[in-house]
């Protein structure tokens, strides 16, 4: 999952954790507020009736105080007024059959779900009665009782939850919108920092990276930058090794193709010599037939073939013919020598561009190549057909291709996973020139392919 998917999920999973937060806070404070609004009546109420009470004392002082309570007309539409809604207030003492006066609940708000008020009544409880005193300095005057209606307040609560979901759920979306283009607009070099690790995978060790705002990305883009450059000293140390290494190989290469020839040869020689002449003596000493002459024509035809094995071997030990012929002349005598040994698998030599100033380092390499590719094609598969080509590309490329095809079948994988020493050897010799071996599926059979850098 992308990081920046990764980042707004958790955000919108924090935003709604707050949301459900400010749903309860909302839930207990419009709960509590009607708590205040019925502290709030009451204190109005008995303001009002303190007023109305010594009103009427003044002016009806010859009645008994017994004869005020409670207070004449205090029933009215200004006494209503001055409650909230879903609030009750009664008078005490209350008169013979008096209702409390209880302020407008109709209209306050949709009737809650059942779900909503049993757990609202459940965890926070019952609303308490209010009471305050009509008069401090008179305890008779009377007292003001005032209480919350539940089914009003419950309704009042609901409402007063969805006013306020309704502009929290709208923030919340806006908050989540803005921070996830935020979070995507800061995490967009992070981009740029993964295409730069893969071209890194791909070769391409020193990959500029764009200027990063952000400290944490731009660490990560200083840590890649480095990495990279750290990854093409090594990648430049190891091609001065391997290229010191091959030198050295072909060193031994040639001193062990001298010590073969110088003694394996001349030994080989004097076997021949002596064979022949044991041969020739017991012919003319005895009859041609005997079996000391047979022994040593067996012997000469043994050292012969040794001989010719040698050969074969100083000729693999010694310089490529690339070297001596020519890139062009070699290929085509090495295409010519397979050709004279089988008549199937078909090879052929498709020769595209000018090859005549490709020598040294780059065409002994493209001469192994092939060899290795022709002699791997031509003994482990099933071949009918074999294309060696060779292409000069110019321009910005300025290498050198050297392909081989065959129709033999063949897992490419497989094949790349068990290369031997041939394989291993000739891609050495590739990447020791900045170049690259890739091994592919073709449409019957196989391709190796190697890029070899003319400016190598």
Known sequence: ???????????????????????????IDAYRSVDRATQASAERVSQSLEALYWRELLLRSNRMREQLLPAPDWRTIETMGLIAPGICVQFEPAGAFEKPLCGQSKGIGKAPPRWFAATVQMVLGDHATVERPISARAATAGTVRAIADPDAAIALAWQHILDNIHVALLMALAIALLASLAIAHTLAPAHSIVSALRRMADGEYRTPLPRVRSMELAMIGRAVSDLGDRLALAEEERTVLTRRL????????????RELHDEFGQNLTAILAFANTIEASAGDKYAAGTEIAQDARMISQATRRIMACLRDTLNRLRHPPAEELGLEASLVDLVDSWRSRTAQPMIQLDLQGDLAD????????????AQECLTNALRHSSAREIVLRIERRTGS???????????????????????????TGVSERVTALGGSLSI???????????TIPLAA
Not at 246 to 257: F, K, P, V, W
Not at 358 to 369: H, K, L, N, P, Q
Not at 440 to 450: D, E, M, P, T
């Open 1 to 27: 999952m992308r990081l920046v998917l990764q980042l707004v999920a958790r955000l919108l999973v924090i935003v709604a954790l707050c949301l459900g937060a400010a749903t309860i806070w909302a839930t």
């Open 246 to 257: 091959l030198e050295i190989r072909n060193d031994e290469r040639r001193t062990l193709a």
């Open 358 to 369: 490709i020598s040294g380092t780059v065409a002994a390499t493209a001469y192994r190549v």
């Open 397 to 423: 490329e300025n290498a050198l291709l050297v392909r081989v095809e065959d129709d033999g079948g063949g897992d490419a994988a497989k094949v790349a996973q068990s290369a031997g020493f041939g394989l």
């Open 440 to 450: 592919a599926r073709a449409s019957r059979g196989l391709s190796v392919a190697a």
